[in-house]
């Protein structure tokens, strides 16, 4: 009889754990494990994703949720924010949602292991809910970013639904788990997110920074004597940026190439070995970027070395027929606004940087009031309505689309498409425009898909 009751007792026992397997404790099931680890897993592939994009854009290409100035990553990628970031940690803001993808799948796939070996796993809940909470934390954080940049991350919209989902059910659906030893969950999670990012810190120090800071950061400041030659230059760069250089070379040699009017007006000599043709909209900000490494080379070159030959693609169908529709005419009018300083030179250059300066807050009467050291609103508003403004913008405009124009900046080199890189902008024009300079040839092999995403790109 007693050995009966024992066999009962071992039998309901064993009924009531299944039991507890299947419903969970706190709301913990295993349906809601396997779908965090779905969540972890595509948020960790998303992010790998991403930093493949942010990669192809800081070697010259456009990143897919480049769409326009208020849907572009770009603008949170190369925020101050992000800057700070890679610069502190050594990994861009991607490389960081890596981390944590991987972190947040890791941790409920141990769970089910565990669950199936039939093993208590109390501190892999806590780190679970730490983890999905610093996500959401870090969400908000990158919301309030894209908000001040004034600028949709389309990328980061997918990582915020992933981590969303995470949080709904790790925070939401477990409220009742609350954190069972703490202290061990904690350091699980510590402990995970130190490996994961010593793991892609490698990678992550090798991706080149923001904005083109880091490229210009790589030219000489101070003035270089016409004989030093190429080589020296090309031999201070990392080499992340020798291989970036090596693409952005082959693409210029095979770029497309086309005979070029006279200019109307150049900044700098008109025998210069060196033509650097630009096509720039005064809200984008790879513009923007382009304007300040153009300042950088200046400086870093002796006088003469090249001419700038500025010309203008407003993204508006107010005065650009290639556009559809106008939600920014602005763009127009600082077009128009460039075409009247022609002629001034550094005045001229220094009118276009203000504007750029200025772009996330440019309105009309900001174009007249940044114009005025250089010419009266009432002479600017009538060059403005000239036929003969009107005539030239249309002429870049046109110039711009034989080179199959599909973003700005449109940068030409002599006449052939090439990059916005600033190492390539100051190595070309060192080397006198020559892409087969004899200090090329030190440089590593250029990656057989730099065409293929330059021609992605423009």
């Known amino acids: ?28 099931t295993p349906g809601s494990l396997a779908a965090l680890v ?35 990553c770009a603008a949170v990628w190369d925020s101050a924010f992000a800057s700070a970031v890679h610069g502190s940690t050594g990994l861009p803001i991607a490389g960081w949602g890596l981390v944590w993808g991987l972190t947040a799948l890791l941790f409920p796939l141990l769970a089910l292991l565990r669950r199936a070996e039939g093993r208590s796993q109390p501190e892999l809940y806590s780190a679970i809910r730490l983890t999905a909470g610093a996500g959401a934390v870090t969400v908000l954080v990158m919301v309030a970013v894209s908000l001040a940049e004034g600028a ?74 016409r004989d030093a030659k190429v080589a020296e230059f090309v031999a201070t760069l ?43 909209d005064v809200l984008c900000s790879h513009c923007a970027d382009l304007h300040k490494t153009l300042a950088a080379v200046r400086k870093g070159l002796p006088e003469g070395s090249f001419a700038i030959d500025a ?33 001034r030179g550094e005045d001229a250059f220094a009118f276009s940087g203000a504007l750029f300066d200025r772009q996330r807050t440019l309105t009309d009467d900001k174009v007249y009031e940044l114009a005025a050291p250089y010419m009266s609103r009432e002479e ?21 689309r034989r080179f199959e124009i599909t973003g700005t900046p449109l940068v030409l080199i002599n006449g052939q498409v ?5 190492p390539f902008l100051y190595a070309i024009v060192l080397a006198e425009g020559d892409p087969n300079h004899k200090a090329f040839a030190t440089l590593p092999a250029p990656d057989p898909r730099a065409r293929e995403q330059h021609d992605h790109a423009h």
């Not at 007693?2 to 419903?23: F, I, L, M, P």
């Not at 919209?157 to 788990?177: D, E, K």
């Not at 006279?262 to 630009?278: I, K, N, S, Y």
């Not at 508006?316 to 127009?332: E, F, I, Q, T, Y």
């Open 311 to 343: 010309k203008h693609f407003p993204l508006d169908g107010a005065c650009n027929p290639l556009m559809r529709g106008s939600k920014a005419p602005v763009r127009c009018l600082a077009a128009q606004a460039q075409i009247c300083m022609e002629g």
């Open 380 to 400: 600017l508003q009538a060059c403005v309505a000239s036929p003969e403004t009107n005539t030239k913008l249309q002429a870049d405009i046109a110039l711009a």
């Open 38 to 72: 779905g969540l972890g897993a595509l948020s960790a592939l998303w992010a790998l994703f991403l930093w493949a994009e942010l990669l192809l854009m800081r070697a010259g290409g456009s990143p897919f949720c480049a769409l326009s100035e208020q849907v572009d």
């Open 1 to 28: 009889m007693s050995k009966k009751r024992s066999n009962e007792e071992r039998a309901n026992t064993a009924s009531a754990g299944s039991g507890a397997a299947t419903t969970g404790v706190g709301g913990v």
């Open 152 to 225: 949709l991350c389309l990328g980061c919209f997918g990582t915020y639904v992933l981590v969303g989902g995470y949080a709904g059910v790790a925070l939401s659906a477990w409220r009742n788990v609350g954190l069972p030893q703490p202290q061990q969950g904690a350091t699980w999670a510590l402990a995970v997110t130190a490996v994961a990012y010593f793991v892609l810190l490698y990678p992550g120090t090798h991706t080149p920074r923001a904005g083109g800071d880091e490229g210009r950061a790589a030219l000489p400041t101070a003035d270089p004597a």
């Open 418 to 422: 090439a990059r916005s890189f600033p």
């Open 238 to 280: 990392k080499p992340e940026l020798k291989q970036t250089l090596s693409d952005a070379l082959e693409v210029y040699r095979n770029g497309h190439r086309e005979p070029l009017d006279p200019p109307r007006a150049l900044l700098g000599p008109a025998d210069a070995p060196v033509r650097l043709t630009e096509f720039t």
